[in-house]
Nanobody
Framework: QVQLVESGGGLVQPGGSLRLSCAAS????????MSWHRQAPGKERELVAR????????FYADSVKGRFTISRDNAKNTVYLQMNSLKFEDTAVYYC?????????WGQGTQVTVSS
């Protein structure tokens, strides 16, 4: 059974940092493209960052480029999102996503709230 379990969300002040983790199981993690998406209240879900399975190349939305870093540890079946210089507009539920030969999968989400 495929599982994606996010953790690391919480409340942080503007300018602060958080690191999200997504622990994966039930599929061959190393061969899947992993990404983080987010959904703010009243808005559509959007792609934040993606890391590919081969070569580990990355992609970032313009809104987070230079502030967020996605990484993966294939030995631990975990993907991370390091978020620095957080802004009010980063407030959202963050979802982990996996895409591969057997389909695509979503985690349950973790709330990130940026507030003073």
């Amino acid at each position: 059974q495929v599982q994606l379990v996010e953790s690391g969300g919480g409340l942080v002040q503007p300018g602060g940092s958080l690191r999200l983790s997504c622990a994966a199981s039930g599929f061959t993690f190393s061969s899947y493209v992993m990404s983080w998406h987010r959904q703010a209240p009243g808005k559509e879900r959007e792609l934040v960052a993606r890391i590919f399975s081969v070569g580990g190349s990355t992609f970032y939305a313009d809104s987070v480029k230079g502030r967020f870093t996605i990484s993966r540890d294939n030995a631990k079946n975990t993907v991370y999102l390091q978020m620095n210089s957080l802004k009010f507009e980063d407030t959202a539920v963050y979802y982990c996503h996996a895409r591969g030969w057997s389909g695509d999968y979503w985690g349950q989400g973790t709330q990130v709230t940026v507030s003073s």
